[in-house]
DNA sequence: ACAAAAGTGTTAGAACTACACCCATGC
DNA sequence: GCATGGGTGTAGTTCTAACACTTTTGT
Protein backbone atom coordinates (compact mmCIF):
# COMPACT_ATOMS: atom_id res chain seq x y z
CA UNK A 1 0.00 0.00 0.00
CA UNK A 2 2.86 2.74 0.41
CA UNK A 3 5.10 2.18 -2.13
CA UNK A 4 7.06 3.81 -4.66
CA UNK A 5 4.77 3.04 -7.22
CA UNK A 6 6.18 3.72 -10.89
CA UNK A 7 2.72 3.53 -11.96
CA UNK A 8 1.67 6.65 -9.77
CA UNK A 9 4.24 9.11 -11.30
CA UNK A 10 2.89 12.39 -12.88
CA UNK A 11 4.46 15.63 -14.56
CA UNK A 12 4.89 18.78 -12.08
CA UNK A 13 4.62 22.05 -13.70
CA UNK A 14 5.55 25.45 -12.16
CA UNK A 15 3.23 28.61 -13.36
CA UNK A 16 4.19 32.21 -11.84
CA UNK A 17 2.31 34.89 -11.38
CA UNK A 18 4.38 38.34 -12.17
CA UNK A 19 3.36 41.15 -10.35
CA UNK A 20 4.21 44.58 -11.44
CA UNK A 21 3.60 48.43 -10.80
CA UNK A 22 4.14 51.28 -13.36
CA UNK A 23 3.16 53.84 -11.27
CA UNK A 24 -0.64 53.79 -12.15
CA UNK A 25 -1.41 49.95 -10.99
CA UNK A 26 -0.87 46.85 -10.18
CA UNK A 27 0.07 44.74 -13.05
CA UNK A 28 0.29 40.89 -13.77
CA UNK A 29 2.19 39.22 -16.58
CA UNK A 30 1.00 36.65 -19.02
CA UNK A 31 2.11 35.34 -22.32
CA UNK A 32 0.28 33.87 -25.64
CA UNK A 33 0.97 30.09 -25.19
CA UNK A 34 2.88 28.74 -27.94
CA UNK A 35 2.40 25.45 -27.96
CA UNK A 36 -0.94 22.77 -28.28
CA UNK A 37 -3.22 22.67 -26.48
CA UNK A 38 -4.82 26.18 -25.98
CA UNK A 39 -1.78 27.44 -27.77
CA UNK A 40 -2.40 31.46 -28.84
CA UNK A 41 -4.73 31.73 -25.80
CA UNK A 42 -3.20 33.31 -22.86
CA UNK A 43 -1.56 32.28 -20.00
CA UNK A 44 0.39 32.66 -16.52
CA UNK A 45 4.25 32.37 -17.19
CA UNK A 46 5.30 28.51 -16.74
CA UNK A 47 6.90 25.41 -17.81
CA UNK A 48 7.73 21.77 -16.69
CA UNK A 49 9.99 20.57 -13.38
CA UNK A 50 12.85 18.97 -14.60
CA UNK A 51 14.32 15.81 -13.51
CA UNK A 52 17.31 17.51 -11.77
CA UNK A 53 16.03 20.82 -9.93
CA UNK A 54 13.93 21.62 -7.20
CA UNK A 55 10.68 23.88 -7.92
CA UNK A 56 11.77 27.03 -6.65
CA UNK A 57 15.20 26.20 -9.18
CA UNK A 58 12.70 25.90 -11.77
CA UNK A 59 10.41 28.87 -11.19
CA UNK A 60 13.88 30.85 -11.22
CA UNK A 61 14.76 29.57 -14.41
CA UNK A 62 11.41 29.93 -16.11
CA UNK A 63 11.22 33.50 -15.05
CA UNK A 64 14.69 34.34 -16.02
CA UNK A 65 14.31 32.65 -19.27
CA UNK A 66 11.21 35.05 -19.72
CA UNK A 67 12.15 38.15 -18.63
CA UNK A 68 16.02 38.15 -17.83
CA UNK A 69 15.70 39.06 -14.39
CA UNK A 70 17.57 37.29 -11.63
CA UNK A 71 17.18 37.42 -7.53
CA UNK A 72 13.93 38.88 -7.23
CA UNK A 73 11.54 38.05 -4.35
CA UNK A 74 9.38 34.83 -5.14
CA UNK A 75 7.08 33.25 -2.85
CA UNK A 76 5.68 29.65 -3.58
CA UNK A 77 1.58 29.21 -2.60
CA UNK A 78 -0.23 26.65 -3.76
CA UNK A 79 -0.11 23.26 -5.77
CA UNK A 80 -2.72 22.73 -7.93
CA UNK A 81 -3.91 19.01 -8.79
CA UNK A 82 -7.36 18.12 -9.96
CA UNK A 83 -7.16 15.46 -12.27
CA UNK A 84 -8.15 17.01 -15.28
CA UNK A 85 -6.75 20.40 -15.12
CA UNK A 86 -4.73 20.11 -18.35
CA UNK A 87 -6.50 17.88 -20.75
CA UNK A 88 -3.40 16.23 -22.24
CA UNK A 89 -2.30 14.73 -19.56
CA UNK A 90 -2.28 14.40 -15.66
CA UNK A 91 -0.17 17.14 -14.82
CA UNK A 92 -0.10 18.46 -11.21
CA UNK A 93 1.21 22.80 -11.01
CA UNK A 94 2.47 24.61 -8.24
CA UNK A 95 2.25 28.06 -8.30
CA UNK A 96 4.74 31.16 -7.40
CA UNK A 97 4.44 34.85 -7.47
CA UNK A 98 6.82 37.19 -8.13
CA UNK A 99 7.43 40.71 -7.57
CA UNK A 100 9.97 42.84 -9.79
CA UNK A 101 10.46 46.41 -10.90
CA UNK A 102 8.91 46.55 -13.93
CA UNK A 103 11.57 48.99 -15.38
CA UNK A 104 14.12 46.77 -14.68
CA UNK A 105 12.24 43.92 -17.08
CA UNK A 106 14.23 43.05 -19.90
CA UNK A 107 11.51 44.40 -22.40
CA UNK A 108 12.94 42.72 -25.47
CA UNK A 109 12.80 39.24 -24.06
CA UNK A 110 8.90 39.90 -23.11
CA UNK A 111 8.55 40.51 -26.61
CA UNK A 112 10.26 37.90 -28.38
CA UNK A 113 8.05 35.34 -26.18
CA UNK A 114 4.57 37.24 -26.50
CA UNK A 115 4.27 38.71 -23.05
CA UNK A 116 1.86 41.58 -21.96
CA UNK A 117 1.44 43.46 -18.86
CA UNK A 118 -2.21 43.64 -17.60
CA UNK A 119 -3.77 46.02 -15.16
CA UNK A 120 -4.96 43.17 -13.01
CA UNK A 121 -8.35 44.31 -12.94
CA UNK A 122 -8.55 43.74 -16.97
CA UNK A 123 -6.90 40.26 -16.48
CA UNK A 124 -8.43 38.38 -19.79
CA UNK A 125 -9.66 34.64 -19.48
CA UNK A 126 -6.54 32.33 -19.01
CA UNK A 127 -6.11 29.00 -20.07
CA UNK A 128 -6.57 26.02 -17.24
CA UNK A 129 -6.94 26.90 -13.81
CA UNK A 130 -4.57 30.10 -14.22
CA UNK A 131 -7.58 32.46 -13.46
CA UNK A 132 -8.09 30.70 -9.79
CA UNK A 133 -4.23 30.83 -9.15
CA UNK A 134 -4.38 34.33 -10.27
CA UNK A 135 -7.23 35.22 -7.77
CA UNK A 136 -4.84 33.23 -5.17
CA UNK A 137 -1.99 35.01 -5.72
CA UNK A 138 -3.80 38.22 -5.20
CA UNK A 139 -5.25 37.51 -2.05
CA UNK A 140 -1.92 36.31 -0.96
CA UNK A 141 0.05 39.43 -1.89
CA UNK A 142 -2.00 41.58 -0.32
CA UNK A 143 -1.65 39.61 2.84
CA UNK A 144 1.75 39.71 2.44
CA UNK A 145 2.16 43.38 1.94
CA UNK A 146 0.39 43.54 5.21
CA UNK A 147 3.43 42.07 7.21
CA UNK A 148 6.67 42.44 4.92
CA UNK A 149 7.84 45.50 3.03
CA UNK A 150 8.16 43.51 -0.17
CA UNK A 151 5.88 45.90 -1.73
CA UNK A 152 8.96 47.97 -1.56
CA UNK A 153 10.64 45.39 -4.74
CA UNK A 154 7.94 46.82 -7.02
CA UNK A 155 9.14 50.33 -6.90
CA UNK A 156 12.29 51.73 -8.39
CA UNK A 157 15.20 52.22 -5.70
CA UNK A 158 14.05 55.50 -5.53
CA UNK A 159 10.55 56.49 -4.85
CA UNK A 160 7.84 59.08 -3.90
CA UNK A 161 5.72 59.12 -0.65
CA UNK A 162 2.58 59.11 -3.33
CA UNK A 163 3.95 56.46 -5.29
CA UNK A 164 4.60 54.33 -2.37
CA UNK A 165 0.66 55.39 -1.55
CA UNK A 166 0.07 54.36 -5.36
CA UNK A 167 1.35 51.01 -4.55
CA UNK A 168 -0.41 50.01 -1.32
CA UNK A 169 -4.01 51.84 -2.81
CA UNK A 170 -3.61 49.30 -6.18
CA UNK A 171 -2.36 46.28 -4.24
CA UNK A 172 -4.96 46.51 -1.48
CA UNK A 173 -7.41 47.68 -4.03
CA UNK A 174 -8.89 51.01 -1.74
CA UNK A 175 -8.05 54.64 -1.29
CA UNK A 176 -6.08 55.88 1.30
CA UNK A 177 -5.73 58.79 3.26
CA UNK A 178 -2.37 60.65 2.38
CA UNK A 179 -1.84 62.44 5.43
CA UNK A 180 -2.60 59.06 7.75
CA UNK A 181 -0.26 56.99 5.40
CA UNK A 182 2.70 59.26 5.48
CA UNK A 183 2.83 59.24 9.54
CA UNK A 184 2.15 55.69 9.51
CA UNK A 185 5.03 54.97 7.03
CA UNK A 186 7.17 57.67 9.17
CA UNK A 187 6.30 55.98 12.09
CA UNK A 188 8.07 52.58 11.30
CA UNK A 189 11.21 54.54 10.15
CA UNK A 190 12.67 52.65 7.82
CA UNK A 191 13.18 54.97 5.08
CA UNK A 192 15.36 57.25 4.20
CA UNK A 193 14.58 60.80 2.76
CA UNK A 194 16.96 62.23 -0.11
CA UNK A 195 17.92 65.76 -0.52
CA UNK A 196 16.28 64.83 -3.97
CA UNK A 197 13.42 65.34 -5.65
CA UNK A 198 11.43 63.83 -8.30
CA UNK A 199 10.08 66.26 -10.55
CA UNK A 200 8.54 64.79 -13.43
CA UNK A 201 5.05 64.51 -11.36
CA UNK A 202 4.57 68.26 -10.42
CA UNK A 203 5.77 71.71 -10.10
CA UNK A 204 6.52 71.51 -6.92
CA UNK A 205 8.45 68.55 -7.38
CA UNK A 206 8.35 65.55 -4.72
CA UNK A 207 10.95 63.91 -2.16
CA UNK A 208 12.59 60.96 -3.29
CA UNK A 209 13.13 57.97 -0.53
CA UNK A 210 15.11 54.53 -0.57
CA UNK A 211 14.26 51.43 1.71
CA UNK A 212 16.84 51.40 4.81
CA UNK A 213 17.18 47.67 4.88
CA UNK A 214 19.92 47.87 7.19
CA UNK A 215 17.66 49.34 9.40
CA UNK A 216 14.58 46.99 8.82
CA UNK A 217 17.04 43.85 9.35
CA UNK A 218 18.39 45.84 12.65
CA UNK A 219 14.69 45.44 13.79
CA UNK A 220 14.89 41.78 13.51
CA UNK A 221 11.12 41.68 14.12
CA UNK A 222 8.50 40.17 12.19
CA UNK A 223 5.65 42.88 13.13
CA UNK A 224 6.25 44.79 10.10
CA UNK A 225 2.45 45.14 9.95
CA UNK A 226 1.05 47.67 8.29
CA UNK A 227 -2.55 47.85 9.19
CA UNK A 228 -4.02 50.16 5.81
CA UNK B 1 11.85 23.43 -24.74
CA UNK B 2 8.12 23.35 -23.59
CA UNK B 3 7.16 20.41 -24.01
CA UNK B 4 5.09 17.16 -22.16
CA UNK B 5 8.19 15.17 -21.29
CA UNK B 6 7.42 11.64 -19.80
CA UNK B 7 11.41 11.68 -18.77
CA UNK B 8 10.22 14.39 -16.17
CA UNK B 9 7.64 12.33 -14.49
CA UNK B 10 7.73 12.13 -10.67
CA UNK B 11 6.34 10.45 -7.72
CA UNK B 12 4.05 12.83 -5.77
CA UNK B 13 3.65 12.28 -2.27
CA UNK B 14 1.44 14.05 0.70
CA UNK B 15 2.54 14.28 4.27
CA UNK B 16 0.08 15.39 7.20
CA UNK B 17 0.51 17.11 10.63
CA UNK B 18 -1.94 16.48 12.31
CA UNK B 19 -2.76 18.94 15.27
CA UNK B 20 -4.52 17.97 18.12
CA UNK B 21 -5.43 19.44 21.91
CA UNK B 22 -5.55 17.39 25.06
CA UNK B 23 -6.60 20.82 27.36
CA UNK B 24 -3.08 20.55 28.44
CA UNK B 25 -1.02 21.26 25.45
CA UNK B 26 -1.44 21.69 21.39
CA UNK B 27 -0.12 17.87 20.63
CA UNK B 28 1.12 16.48 17.34
CA UNK B 29 0.16 12.86 15.90
CA UNK B 30 3.52 10.85 14.49
CA UNK B 31 3.69 7.19 13.62
CA UNK B 32 6.59 5.00 13.43
CA UNK B 33 7.52 3.94 9.39
CA UNK B 34 6.68 0.95 8.26
CA UNK B 35 8.53 0.53 5.28
CA UNK B 36 11.61 1.15 4.14
CA UNK B 37 13.98 3.59 4.12
CA UNK B 38 13.94 4.55 7.56
CA UNK B 39 11.67 1.79 8.61
CA UNK B 40 10.71 2.32 12.36
CA UNK B 41 11.69 6.15 12.62
CA UNK B 42 9.31 8.49 14.00
CA UNK B 43 7.58 10.25 10.33
CA UNK B 44 4.18 12.31 9.62
CA UNK B 45 1.34 10.65 8.32
CA UNK B 46 1.63 10.25 4.57
CA UNK B 47 1.29 8.02 1.52
CA UNK B 48 1.82 8.93 -2.18
CA UNK B 49 -0.63 10.07 -4.64
CA UNK B 50 -2.25 7.85 -7.06
CA UNK B 51 -2.98 8.61 -10.64
CA UNK B 52 -6.73 9.07 -10.15
CA UNK B 53 -7.08 11.63 -7.23
CA UNK B 54 -6.51 15.03 -6.17
CA UNK B 55 -4.04 16.09 -4.00
CA UNK B 56 -7.05 16.78 -1.24
CA UNK B 57 -8.47 13.35 -2.10
CA UNK B 58 -5.17 11.73 -1.23
CA UNK B 59 -4.56 13.76 2.36
CA UNK B 60 -8.13 13.01 3.31
CA UNK B 61 -7.60 9.40 2.46
CA UNK B 62 -4.39 9.07 4.18
CA UNK B 63 -5.94 10.59 7.34
CA UNK B 64 -8.81 8.22 6.84
CA UNK B 65 -6.97 5.12 7.08
CA UNK B 66 -5.15 6.21 10.01
CA UNK B 67 -7.33 7.38 11.97
CA UNK B 68 -10.71 7.07 10.97
CA UNK B 69 -11.76 10.50 10.98
CA UNK B 70 -13.53 12.35 8.13
CA UNK B 71 -14.34 15.60 7.32
CA UNK B 72 -12.02 18.06 9.41
CA UNK B 73 -10.55 21.42 8.88
CA UNK B 74 -7.20 20.58 6.44
CA UNK B 75 -5.18 22.84 4.48
CA UNK B 76 -2.71 22.34 1.99
CA UNK B 77 0.45 24.61 2.55
CA UNK B 78 3.77 23.51 1.04
CA UNK B 79 5.33 21.51 -1.43
CA UNK B 80 8.81 20.69 -0.73
CA UNK B 81 11.14 19.22 -3.75
CA UNK B 82 14.43 18.88 -2.91
CA UNK B 83 16.62 16.83 -4.76
CA UNK B 84 18.05 13.97 -2.14
CA UNK B 85 14.81 14.78 0.37
CA UNK B 86 14.24 10.99 -0.27
CA UNK B 87 17.01 9.10 -0.79
CA UNK B 88 15.11 5.79 -2.44
CA UNK B 89 14.02 8.16 -5.67
CA UNK B 90 12.97 11.57 -6.49
CA UNK B 91 10.27 12.71 -4.35
CA UNK B 92 7.98 15.32 -4.32
CA UNK B 93 5.38 16.02 -1.12
CA UNK B 94 3.06 18.30 -0.68
CA UNK B 95 2.45 18.78 2.95
CA UNK B 96 -1.32 19.50 4.84
CA UNK B 97 -1.95 20.43 8.19
CA UNK B 98 -5.25 19.05 10.25
CA UNK B 99 -6.95 20.06 13.23
CA UNK B 100 -8.69 17.25 15.04
CA UNK B 101 -10.29 16.54 18.50
CA UNK B 102 -8.20 14.78 20.21
CA UNK B 103 -10.97 13.01 22.04
CA UNK B 104 -12.68 11.82 18.53
CA UNK B 105 -9.99 10.40 16.62
CA UNK B 106 -10.44 6.65 16.80
CA UNK B 107 -7.75 5.06 19.45
CA UNK B 108 -7.80 1.49 17.97
CA UNK B 109 -6.59 2.56 14.37
CA UNK B 110 -3.84 4.93 15.61
CA UNK B 111 -2.41 1.81 17.91
CA UNK B 112 -2.75 0.10 15.47
CA UNK B 113 -0.47 1.84 12.76
CA UNK B 114 1.76 2.92 15.80
CA UNK B 115 0.89 6.22 16.10
CA UNK B 116 1.90 7.80 18.79
CA UNK B 117 0.61 11.51 19.90
CA UNK B 118 3.88 14.06 21.24
CA UNK B 119 3.38 17.45 22.37
CA UNK B 120 4.89 19.76 19.94
CA UNK B 121 7.70 21.13 22.17
CA UNK B 122 9.07 17.69 22.22
CA UNK B 123 8.74 16.17 19.19
CA UNK B 124 11.24 13.87 18.31
CA UNK B 125 13.85 13.61 15.41
CA UNK B 126 11.79 12.66 12.36
CA UNK B 127 12.63 11.30 8.90
CA UNK B 128 13.10 13.44 5.43
CA UNK B 129 12.76 17.08 5.60
CA UNK B 130 9.16 16.63 8.30
CA UNK B 131 10.68 18.48 11.51
CA UNK B 132 10.93 21.48 8.69
CA UNK B 133 7.62 21.01 7.91
CA UNK B 134 6.35 20.72 11.30
CA UNK B 135 8.17 23.81 11.72
CA UNK B 136 6.20 25.49 8.48
CA UNK B 137 2.99 23.99 9.45
CA UNK B 138 2.89 25.74 13.18
CA UNK B 139 3.89 28.76 12.12
CA UNK B 140 0.99 28.44 9.73
CA UNK B 141 -1.35 27.53 12.31
CA UNK B 142 -0.23 30.31 14.41
CA UNK B 143 -1.18 32.57 11.97
CA UNK B 144 -4.14 31.34 10.73
CA UNK B 145 -5.74 30.69 14.24
CA UNK B 146 -5.07 34.64 14.27
CA UNK B 147 -7.41 35.62 11.68
CA UNK B 148 -10.41 32.17 11.44
CA UNK B 149 -12.24 30.89 14.18
CA UNK B 150 -10.25 26.72 13.16
CA UNK B 151 -9.02 27.27 16.68
CA UNK B 152 -12.60 25.72 17.54
CA UNK B 153 -11.89 22.58 16.03
CA UNK B 154 -9.30 21.35 18.17
CA UNK B 155 -11.77 21.58 21.32
CA UNK B 156 -14.44 19.14 22.34
CA UNK B 157 -18.22 20.68 21.12
CA UNK B 158 -18.81 21.77 24.82
CA UNK B 159 -15.77 23.48 26.63
CA UNK B 160 -14.65 25.94 29.15
CA UNK B 161 -13.14 29.68 28.78
CA UNK B 162 -10.35 28.55 30.68
CA UNK B 163 -9.79 25.37 27.94
CA UNK B 164 -10.32 27.91 24.88
CA UNK B 165 -7.23 29.97 26.78
CA UNK B 166 -5.25 27.36 27.10
CA UNK B 167 -5.49 26.60 24.00
CA UNK B 168 -4.67 29.68 22.26
CA UNK B 169 -1.69 30.13 24.94
CA UNK B 170 -0.15 26.55 23.46
CA UNK B 171 -0.90 27.71 20.07
CA UNK B 172 0.58 31.30 19.99
CA UNK B 173 3.35 29.74 22.74
CA UNK B 174 2.34 32.74 25.00
CA UNK B 175 0.40 33.33 28.23
CA UNK B 176 -2.31 35.67 28.11
CA UNK B 177 -4.51 38.01 30.48
CA UNK B 178 -6.93 36.00 32.17
CA UNK B 179 -9.86 38.97 32.07
CA UNK B 180 -8.46 40.22 28.42
CA UNK B 181 -8.78 37.05 27.22
CA UNK B 182 -12.40 36.68 28.29
CA UNK B 183 -13.27 40.28 27.45
CA UNK B 184 -11.88 39.89 23.74
CA UNK B 185 -13.81 36.69 23.61
CA UNK B 186 -17.14 38.09 24.58
CA UNK B 187 -16.99 41.10 22.28
CA UNK B 188 -16.99 39.10 19.29
CA UNK B 189 -19.93 37.34 20.44
CA UNK B 190 -19.75 34.13 18.06
CA UNK B 191 -20.00 32.35 21.93
CA UNK B 192 -23.04 30.44 23.18
CA UNK B 193 -22.78 30.14 27.38
CA UNK B 194 -24.61 27.16 28.67
CA UNK B 195 -26.48 26.68 31.91
CA UNK B 196 -24.00 24.16 32.38
CA UNK B 197 -20.90 23.63 34.28
CA UNK B 198 -17.94 21.36 33.75
CA UNK B 199 -16.95 20.71 37.28
CA UNK B 200 -14.26 18.47 36.63
CA UNK B 201 -11.26 21.50 36.88
CA UNK B 202 -12.28 23.03 40.24
CA UNK B 203 -14.91 22.65 43.14
CA UNK B 204 -16.59 26.01 41.53
CA UNK B 205 -17.09 24.00 38.42
CA UNK B 206 -16.89 26.87 34.75
CA UNK B 207 -19.60 27.55 32.65
CA UNK B 208 -19.65 25.55 29.33
CA UNK B 209 -19.73 26.91 26.05
CA UNK B 210 -20.11 26.19 22.26
CA UNK B 211 -19.31 27.75 19.32
CA UNK B 212 -22.43 29.67 17.80
CA UNK B 213 -21.18 28.77 13.99
CA UNK B 214 -24.79 30.47 12.26
CA UNK B 215 -23.84 33.93 14.60
CA UNK B 216 -19.99 33.50 13.28
CA UNK B 217 -21.42 32.91 9.29
CA UNK B 218 -23.92 36.01 9.89
CA UNK B 219 -20.82 38.44 10.36
CA UNK B 220 -19.86 36.95 7.09
CA UNK B 221 -16.78 38.72 6.80
CA UNK B 222 -13.15 37.25 7.56
CA UNK B 223 -12.53 40.12 10.44
CA UNK B 224 -12.37 37.58 13.12
CA UNK B 225 -9.11 38.63 13.61
CA UNK B 226 -8.46 37.65 17.21
CA UNK B 227 -5.48 40.27 18.49
CA UNK B 228 -3.66 38.49 20.67
C1' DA C 1 -11.36 27.19 57.63
C1' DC C 2 -8.76 26.73 53.76
C1' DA C 3 -7.20 25.43 49.17
C1' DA C 4 -8.06 25.78 44.25
C1' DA C 5 -9.85 27.44 40.31
C1' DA C 6 -13.58 30.73 38.43
C1' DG C 7 -15.31 34.94 37.56
C1' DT C 8 -15.35 39.87 36.93
C1' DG C 9 -14.09 46.11 35.58
C1' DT C 10 -11.37 50.03 35.39
C1' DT C 11 -7.93 53.01 33.86
C1' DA C 12 -3.95 54.88 31.36
C1' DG C 13 -1.64 54.80 27.20
C1' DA C 14 -1.32 53.72 22.33
C1' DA C 15 -3.17 53.44 17.81
C1' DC C 16 -6.48 54.70 14.50
C1' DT C 17 -9.56 57.79 11.88
C1' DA C 18 -11.24 61.78 10.03
C1' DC C 19 -10.39 66.01 8.43
C1' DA C 20 -8.40 71.18 5.54
C1' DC C 21 -5.13 74.36 4.41
C1' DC C 22 -0.74 76.36 2.63
C1' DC C 23 3.37 75.71 -0.58
C1' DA C 24 6.23 75.76 -4.69
C1' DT C 25 6.63 75.97 -9.37
C1' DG C 26 5.73 76.06 -14.56
C1' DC C 27 2.83 77.82 -17.60
C1' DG D 1 -2.04 84.67 -11.34
C1' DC D 2 -3.57 80.27 -11.46
C1' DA D 3 -3.61 75.33 -11.82
C1' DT D 4 -1.40 71.21 -10.18
C1' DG D 5 0.19 68.07 -7.10
C1' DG D 6 3.10 68.11 -2.51
C1' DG D 7 3.40 68.52 2.07
C1' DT D 8 1.92 68.81 6.93
C1' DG D 9 -0.91 68.34 12.43
C1' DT D 10 -4.64 67.73 15.64
C1' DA D 11 -8.52 66.04 18.17
C1' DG D 12 -11.93 62.48 19.10
C1' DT D 13 -12.46 57.72 19.36
C1' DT D 14 -11.34 53.05 19.81
C1' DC D 15 -8.35 49.38 21.12
C1' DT D 16 -4.94 47.43 24.09
C1' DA D 17 -2.54 46.19 28.30
C1' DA D 18 -1.94 46.14 33.03
C1' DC D 19 -3.76 45.13 37.12
C1' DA D 20 -6.44 42.32 42.28
C1' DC D 21 -10.05 40.87 44.66
C1' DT D 22 -14.33 38.07 45.59
C1' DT D 23 -16.96 33.67 44.82
C1' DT D 24 -17.86 28.81 45.22
C1' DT D 25 -17.51 24.41 47.11
C1' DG D 26 -15.10 19.97 48.41
C1' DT D 27 -12.13 18.52 51.78
Given at each position: ????N????V???VD?????FDNE????????R????????W??????????????????????N??????????????WS????????????????????????????????N????S??????????????LA??????????S?????FG?LP???????L???Y?????K????R?????I???????????K?M???????Y????D???????????????L
Open positions: MNAYPQDKLLACIIFGDLKVLFVKDFEPEKGNSLIGGFLKKEETLNDAANRILHLTGVNDIYMEQFYTNIDRDPVERTISTSYYAIINIQEYNEKLTEHHAKWFLTEAPHLIFDHNEMKATRRLRRRTISPIGLEKFTMRQQKLESILDKLDKNFVNKKSMDILIKLNEDTSSTKGSLYIFQEKYDAKQTNDFYLK
